[in-house]
């Protein structure tokens, strides 16, 4: 046949009848004497190096090619008649032939290599991967004559390696959780998300059983998990809670898919887990958002509601503190009244407060008066386990800040430390006078803050503390160490924004198991020369007679007003709505000199009467009056900045201090 091309004692050591292909001689070239068992297992082997998926090539040791196998033609690209005779460096790229001729070297001298890897060429080009083992050819003197080589490819393996490190890479550089484990729940492979996740190093948790991170009442729930992949099902995005090595449980999201051995059978589960704590967080936050954005919707209509009314009450109670014929009795019983009425006005702009919709708008105020009237609204809040106590520094403390926002930090101070005693404690407010050195940093301040006097306010808990990891946190939005439905993570946020707004700084001290104290800074403010006081603001009397028309649908309130007005000089109109004013106003040509007007009022709004009383009499001004505040009033677009705006109730040196302005600006305004 003429493609074998053995050297002599290589045909020696197969046996005369068989070639290096497997394949017999022709009849008239076989031997006639009888087959001896050593040409039958030279035959078996034969078949063997011809069936073999390796390459199975033999050369002389000079390099020259002297047997090539089915195998080698799969895995190089050249048949037999190509390459026997032909030197074995065809195979092999330039600058690799020293390290052939190295390993012939070898091979002469009696050695073995064993799963040599090195790069060998294709026919068409192409270079690739391959592991070889040579062992020497001896003849039958035992001089060795050439080398046996089994050259086997590892394209495909090379591939596959990559293919698993990337992998590898991708499952250890990603944020989310990534473990395998067996259907019965032992942990295979755990990665590095998987360990900042649940505190557990791959060493600690490998072997162990994936029910260590299941809360006690969820075990059944993984079980049920495990027999789904076990039957072939993918769980995808499945919520749950798993637990930390510190005990804390957090929410995740699960999504799992069966593992396959080679036959196909499922031997285990593949588990992605998400951290969704931040994210159930924010929902949560979002809809306690929700909540109390109705909750301040419904509390700012109780309070507009409740003010019409109370204003009517304080309104008739002066009236009747005007009798001098009034019992001393009498009068003290009517002194009592108006105290209710005015503590009954206090409340209601804590309520606006509460429901942000107060006026915001700074003013210098005495910490210390501030904190105090704000006390027995906190101790309502918190219930009887937790005791507030003031220490207040003598001597007033003037700041510049708006009053609603400093009752909406000490109220979200305040419920941080109730929520902190559990059990219940003692909560400590306390005012100073804190000096600042020059160049002094807080340790919540990456800058120094100016030197000089500070009104300090401080709110003390005897509770779990903070612990240090959260601390350069607990300001972040939506932050929370509550657990969900106790927080909403914005509390801590707001009261900087608020300090923040003021000029001022925050110091956190806390130590876990003793509790926290959170320290507000305050610039001092110059004394005013008018020292703020609680109740009406000082009136100026109308010094000027003129026509006013008073809009309001409430009959009370009208009325206190009307006799309010004419009291004091003023010849005065009443309408109960919008309509009835503009008819009114036709009737005597628009002869009035101002419009007190309220804002939210049945069938035509106060708007939409402001918009047609402009229209028809443009020089007529006009005072809004409501039971909203102004910010809630712009915020709805009823009323402008510039306009003038009485927040009931009104005091009656207010209410007519107003109008006088009005009255003076028409006066200017004609001239």
């Not at 033999?58 to 799969?74: F, I, M």
């Not at 027995?376 to 009053?403: C, F, H, I, Q, Y």
């Not at 010849?571 to 007190?596: C, P, Y």
């Not at 009104?650 to 007519?656: G, K, T």
Request: with cysteine; proline share 6%.
């Amino acid at each position: 046949m003429g493609v074998c091309r053995p050297a002599p004692g290589f045909i020696h050591s197969v046996g005369p009848s068989l070639c290096c292909r497997g394949a017999r001689l022709p009849a008239s070239d076989r031997p006639s004497h009888p087959v001896s068992a050593a040409d039958l297992t030279a035959a078996r082997l034969a078949a063997i190096v011809e069936s073999s998926d390796d390459a199975i090539v033999s050369k002389a040791l000079d390099g020259t090619v002297l047997s090539w196998n089915a195998a080698a033609e799969r895995i190089f690209g050249y048949s037999a008649e190509e390459m026997v005779g032909s030197p074995v460096y065809t195979l092999i790229p330039p600058d690799l032939h020293g390290d052939e001729r190295e390993i012939l070297s070898r091979i002469s001298r009696g050695e073995h290599i064993a799963h040599f890897e090195t790069i060998r060429r294709h026919k068409n080009g192409s270079l690739f991967p391959i592991e070889l083992s040579i062992s020497p050819i001896r003849d039958d003197s035992g001089s060795i004559i050439g080398a046996s080589s089994i050259k086997r490819d590892l394209s495909e393996r090379k591939r596959a390696l990559q293919t698993s490190a990337r992998l590898a890479s991708i499952v250890e550089s990603s944020d989310d959780a990534i473990i395998s484990k067996t259907l019965e729940g032992t942990v295979l492979t755990w990665n590095a998300a998987a360990e900042r996740m649940y505190g557990y190093p791959a060493q600690e948790i490998i072997g162990r059983s994936i029910y260590d991170l299941v809360p006690t009442d969820l075990q059944t729930e993984e079980q049920t998990i495990l027999q789904r992949v076990g039957r072939g099902e993918h769980v995808a995005h499945y919520e749950t809670r798993r637990c930390r090595k510190d005990g804390t449980q957090i929410d995740i999201s699960l999504t799992l898919s069966p593992i396959r051995d080679e036959s196909g059978r499922i031997t285990g589960a593949s588990s992605i887990q998400r951290d969704i704590s931040d994210r159930r967080r924010a929902e949560e936050a979002l809809r306690q958002a929700a909540k109390m954005e109705a909750i301040g919707v419904l509390a700012g209509g109780l309070a507009h509601d409740f003010n019409n009314q109370l204003y009517a009450v304080s309104g008739f109670a002066h009236f009747i503190g005007r009798d001098p014929g009034l019992s001393p009795a009498t009068r003290q019983d009517l002194i009592e009244l108006q105290k209710v009425a005015e503590r009954m006005a206090s409340l209601t702009r804590q309520l606006l407060a509460f429901a942000r919709q107060q006026v915001l708008s700074p003013e210098i105020l005495d910490l210390n008066l501030a904190v105090e009237e704000t006390l027995p609204m906190l101790r309502r809040l918190l219930g009887s386990n937790t005791a507030v106590e003031l220490s207040l520094a003598p001597g007033p403390k003037w700041v510049r800040v708006d009053r609603a926002q400093l009752v909406q930090v000490l109220l979200n101070l305040v419920i941080n430390a109730r929520d902190a005693m559990p059990e219940g404690g003692a909560i400590e407010v306390r005012t100073t006078t804190h000096e600042v050195r020059p160049g002094r940093v807080l340790d919540r301040m990456k800058a120094p803050v100016e030197a000089g006097a500070y009104a300090e306010l401080s709110v003390s808990d005897t509770g779990s503390g903070i612990a240090a990891q959260h601390l350069p946190h607990i300001f972040e939005p939506f932050y929370t160490t509550k657990e969900v439905g106790l927080g909403t993570g914005l509390g801590l946020a707001t009261v900087e924004g608020i300090v923040a707004q003021s000029g001022g700084y925050i110091q956190v001290d806390s130590k876990v198991g003793q509790g926290t104290s959170i320290r507000i800074l305050l610039p001092f403010a110059p004394e005013p020369t008018v020292k703020p006081r609680s109740g009406p603001l000082p009136g100026v009397k109308a010094k000027s007679r003129g026509r006013i028309l008073v809009v309001e649908d409430e009959d009370p309130v009208r009325a206190v007003v009307l006799r309010t007005l004419k009291d004091s000089g003023y010849d005065v109109l009443g309408a109960s709505s919008g309509n009835q004013a503009l008819k009114q106003l036709e009737e005597i040509g628009g002869a009035v000199n101002v419009v007190l007007s309220d804002v939210v009022m049945p069938g035509m709004s106060g708007r939409q009467f402001a918009a047609e009383l402009s229209r028809r009499y443009h020089q007529i001004p006009i005072v809004w009056m409501s039971g909203h505040s102004r910010e809630a009033e712009l915020q709805r677009g009823q009323v402008t900045a510039d306009e003038p705006f009485l927040h009931k109730p009104v005091p009656p040196e207010l209410l007519l201090d107003t109008v006088a302005q009005a009255m003076k600006r028409l006066t200017e305004t004609r001239g």
